[in-house]
């Protein structure tokens, strides 16, 4: 029996670290075991331009314990009115690693986002010319579409269209939710990847709404049926290069997720890794821990994997807090609903 694992420091390719109180507090959490991550932009407002994603990672740098070696890697909010000028400069100028793509109203502060896709194809083929890649969040939202139809209707009407007509533009579909998102990026070349989050390898829509609604399980693309939640525990654990780790760690302050109308997101970047061993060593694959957390990611977006490691060990179940404290509010952590028994050591 394994008992213990060493594997590259693993890097998270989609995290929300907020700012002011709620940076302060989760910033140090996603710091302790990952090395790299990239930062999601939709702040309020958004993170438009090179200078604000500059600004962001300076308050992002001043939240990180003294000595760590995290690295974040800055995203620019594509709207309608992006200037592709200014994300060529920030891009050469090494402030951005990619751009994201909400659609408008999608998810959380989205408000800001596409509605238009015809509006950014000259940003998109300036993307593509210059190797910027671009980081979707793939749901369609017409009210006419059921929210679990969401993702596979986008890939349909606006993600494969956006690849028809822009081949060379890397993509990245963020927080794949569905077996169809599986297939298609599976079947999609060197120029599409996709991240899969920790949560999605472990909830299905039962476990928001059986027995009761479970807000700090609500986050968006919503959890589906089982058979997606396996989809997404074959790809993860496949090994192969298109399929990689995106905790989409979402804080939101638990009066915001216990409400009437409760926000999307879960908050997993405490207990990720020790998640993501339990999952892995529960299908037999601990082997290919390594491959999603820490080599495929950076190897889609051409950079070296982190030159140190960490090791998990396997042992008496981990004691992890239910909430972090953040300002004058408290954020629960991801529960997956078993006891996990590896910790990074
Ligand atoms: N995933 C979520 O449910 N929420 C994210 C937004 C997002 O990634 O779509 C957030 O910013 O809270
Ligand atoms: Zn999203
Ligand atoms: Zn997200």
Redesign the pocket.
């Known amino acids: 029996m394994t008992s213990q694992i060493t594997i590259r420091r693993p890097d998270d390719w989609h995290l ?1 670290l907020r700012d002011g109180a709620m940076l302060a507090a989760v910033a140090p959490e996603t710091a302790r075991h990952f090395g790299r991550a990239i930062i ?1 932009p ?1 702040l309020v407002p958004p993170v438009v331009t090179g200078a604000q994603a500059a600004a962001y990672r300076e308050r992002i740098m001043a939240a990180l314990p003294v000595g760590s070696g995290f690295q974040p890697l800055m995203t620019c909010y594509l709207t309608e009115d992006t200037d592709a000028e200014d994300l060529a400069k920030a891009k050469a100028d090494g402030i951005i690693t990619a751009v994201k793509l909400y659609p408008a109203g999608a ?3 989205s408000a800001s986002g596409v509605t238009n896709f015809d509006k950014v194809r000259p940003v998109l083929e300036r993307m593509a010319e210059i190797g910027l890649p671009l980081c979707v ?1 793939g749901e369609v939202v017409d009210s006419d579409i059921d929210i679990f139809d969401r993702e596979a209707v986008f890939i349909d009407r606006v993600l494969d269209p956006i690849r028809r007509a822009t081949p060379d533009l890397k993509v990245i579909m963020e ?1 794949i939710t569905t077996s169809q998102g599986v297939d298609y990026a599976r079947a999609g070349g060197a120029n599409l990847g996709a991240t899969i989050t920790t949560h999605h390898l472990v909830i299905n829509r039962n476990h928001i709404l059986v027995g009761g609604i479970k807000p700090h399980y609500y ?2 693309p919503v959890a589906k049926r089982e058979e997606h939640r396996l989809a997404l525990r074959e790809a993860a654990m496949s090994g192969e290069a298109t399929f990689f780790l995106g905790t ?1 760690s ?1 804080p ?1 302050p638990d009066h915001l997720k216990e409400h009437a109308c409760g ?3 879960c908050f997993t970047a405490t207990n990720t890794m020790s998640v993501l061993a339990e999952v892995f060593e529960q299908d037999g694959k601990l082997d290919k821990l390594e491959a999603f957390a820490s080599l495929n990611g950076p190897a889609f977006y051409g950079l070296p994997a982190n030159g140190d490691t960490i090791t998990l060990q396997k042992g008496d179940p981990v004691d992890y807090p239910a909430k972090i404290p953040a300002g004058d509010d408290e954020v629960t952590v991801f529960q997956p609903g078993f006891p996990l028994h590896w910790r990074v050591v």
């Open positions: 929300h999601m939709n998810t959380t502060n969040h927080h986050c968006l989409d979402a939101h926000c999307a997101g």
